[in-house]
């Protein structure tokens, strides 16, 4: 059973959600909507997880002396709209609404600049770890409560960081599950439309 998650249109926030919020994020262009999930993974250090350092990535506080990889990217301004931890609980550190700095120079269908008309959602694993059940049902949950929020959101535009960003990234990886994701939501809808 996938438990109810609801966003607020007009504020871009998600009930019961923790929120760490990113200065890293500015606003969508004028006129232009979410019409675009994004699904990445990451984990810090790599290939470990349930440490801080996502959220310290993400707020721009990431001590660039505390691990060797920190110091490559310390310095960079990014976030991601949410993370989804192992254990499927979710972090927000960007409002819906706003444009969180996630895809990097990307392309979706010939249409560059995905962060302008996406939502970019995290998971924390690597290419090569399967990601967890509870990943999967949260993506599910928040991505139904994000096309009942958002109606320029369809749920079947929905894309890995991999591809809109072909030779530059990876994740969330081969081990990301699309048939998985999609099942999982199709039933997450429906729940959704039953009220
Ligand atoms: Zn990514």
Same mark, same amino acid.
């Given at each position: 059973?996938?438990? #109810?998650?609801?966003?607020?249109?007009?504020?871009?926030?998600?009930?019961? #959600?923790?929120? +760490?919020? $990113?200065?890293?994020?500015?606003?969508?262009?004028?006129? +232009?909507?979410?019409?675009?999930?994004? =699904?990445?993974?990451?984990?810090?250090?790599?290939?470990?997880?349930?440490?801080?350092?996502?959220? *310290?990535?993400?707020?721009?506080?990431? /001590?660039?002396?505390?691990?060797?990889?920190?110091?490559?990217?310390?310095? &960079?301004?990014?976030?991601?709209?949410?993370?989804?931890? *192992?254990?499927?609980?979710?972090? &927000?550190? +960007?409002?819906?609404?706003?444009? #969180?700095?996630?895809?990097? &120079? $990307?392309?979706? *269908?010939?249409?560059?600049?995905?962060?302008?008309?996406?939502?970019?959602?995290?998971?924390?694993?690597?290419?090569?770890?399967?990601?967890?059940?509870?990943?999967?049902? #949260?993506?599910?949950?928040?991505?139904?409560?994000? =096309?009942?929020?958002?109606?320029?959101?369809?749920? &079947?535009?929905?894309?890995?960081?991999?591809?809109?960003?072909?030779?530059?990234?990876?994740? /969330?990886?081969?081990?990301?599950?699309?048939?998985?994701?999609?099942?999982?939501?199709?039933?997450?809808? *429906?729940?959704? +439309?039953?009220?």
């Amino acid at each position: 059973m996938i438990g #109810a998650v609801k966003i607020d249109a007009a504020t871009g926030l998600l009930a019961g #959600a923790r929120q +760490v919020f $990113s200065p890293h994020f500015d606003a969508r262009p004028a006129g +232009v909507l979410p019409e675009l999930l994004v =699904v990445h993974g990451i984990s810090l250090p790599p290939g470990e997880f349930g440490g801080p350092w996502i959220d *310290r990535l993400f707020t721009g506080t990431l /001590p660039a002396d505390a691990h060797p990889y920190f110091g490559e990217i310390a310095a &960079q301004r990014v976030s991601a709209h949410a993370l989804i931890r *192992r254990d499927g609980r979710i972090v &927000q550190y +960007v409002p819906f609404g706003e444009r #969180a700095w996630h895809a990097g &120079q $990307s392309a979706y *269908r010939g249409r560059t600049a995905c962060n302008d008309f996406s939502i970019g959602v995290e998971l924390e694993g690597t290419d090569d770890v399967p990601y967890t059940k509870e990943q999967y049902e #949260a993506l599910a949950a928040l991505t139904a409560a994000l =096309v009942a929020a958002y109606p320029s959101l369809s749920a &079947q535009a929905m894309t890995g960081h991999s591809d809109v960003a072909p030779g530059r990234k990876t994740d /969330p990886g081969p081990t990301f599950d699309w048939a998985r994701f999609r099942e999982l939501l199709d039933q997450a809808l *429906r729940a959704t +439309v039953r009220g």
